[in-house]
């Protein structure tokens, strides 16, 4: 089966949105990231920056925040809400057009289609690191605290919504450090698949 | 740093070993699994079929096995001075040459070398069981407890003695799912790395 769909799921400071806009520039393919979160933002009628508070970086306050969250008379928390909102969102896109899209348990919400390429991006420390600090304009132990608080939010929003393991090898048709293999391979190779 | 090694970690069923024969061959790079059983075994002045035994597939009753078996007055387990002698023999042999080493933790051993590639091979259920039946003449049911046996021992092994999660994405340079990909193009990718 052809792969219409690529989703890219990724440590943060491990260049995975980057390689996945280059990749959707060189296929000539859409490319979906917080275009989602604005797309979710209006048929909502919430604001861009209150989703993307809410949406894949929550919950702030750790895990038992799902739990112990304001809930509607539905049962569902605004959290679930907007996940619900977001994982319709995604359902569209991959029935609409081929297309990159970045983070957001994507991998997960198209388990079901088999046109989808799975990928998970991750590096090495020192890499992720020099990469923070310049994207950011922070000191070293600002990027590893943004880092580690980062990556801890993405994995129990996974966690939490698909019950598998972030960043375990069997969600992922393919994954790839880029600190090791370079940004441009990590490009060909996924391009080639 | 160019790599001059390859280690391939593998799913039972997910043809890995496979993979890494051919890349071997068509690198025309040594090969080493049960090669370096063998090695293993002369140097001990053990029998291969014993060390076999002891080696990757162990603990046989489980991770308890580690605690509870007999230790000799250092207190190393037979299978620790296995595991010990295993170490140096793959220590050794990438010292020596560009080679592909499959399994027996490689990855992990090889840790503080920069010019190794780590490989982690996985598969779809249906691709698995049907590929372990086909080479061990087996009925679909028995496949897939071979499949979860060998896995869980894999997974033990590695998880005692390197402190790490077998299959974490983190672990390995590529990670690849040969039911999706295909053999050839898992070789392929391997191979241009």
Redesign the interface.
């Known amino acids: 089966m052809t792969k219409r769909i690529i989703t890219i799921s990724r ?1 943060f400071g491990s260049g995975g949105r980057f390689i996945g806009e280059e990749v959707a520039k060189n296929l000539g393919i859409a490319y979906y990231d917080k275009n989602i979160i604005d797309e979710i933002a209006e048929q909502l009628g919430l604001s861009p920056d209150y989703i993307q508070e809410s949406a894949e970086l929550s919950p702030k306050k750790g895990l038992f925040a799902y739990a112990l969250v304001g809930r509607d008379i539905t049962g569902k928390s605004v959290e679930d809400m907007v996940y619900e909102a977001q994982r319709k969102v995604i359902l569209d896109l991959a029935e609409k057009e081929p297309c990159v899209i970045i983070g957001r348990n994507a991998d997960y919400i198209l388990r079901d289609r088999d046109d989808v ?1 799975n990928v ?1 991006i ?1 590096g090495d420390m020192p890499e992720k690191i020099h990469r923070i600090i310049g994207l950011y304009n922070v000191e070293a132990k600002e990027a590893v605290k943004m880092m580690a608080d980062t990556d801890k939010r993405r994995m129990t929003n996974y966690n939490f919504y698909t019950d598998q393991k972030w ?4 969600n ?6 880029s600190s ?2 370079g940004y441009d ?1 990590c490009e ?2 996924i391009m ?2």
Chains 1, 2 share one sequence.
């Open positions: 440590e390429l998970f991750h960043g375990k090898a069997s992922y048709t393919l994954c790839l450090n090791q293999l391979r060909k190779i080639e698949c």
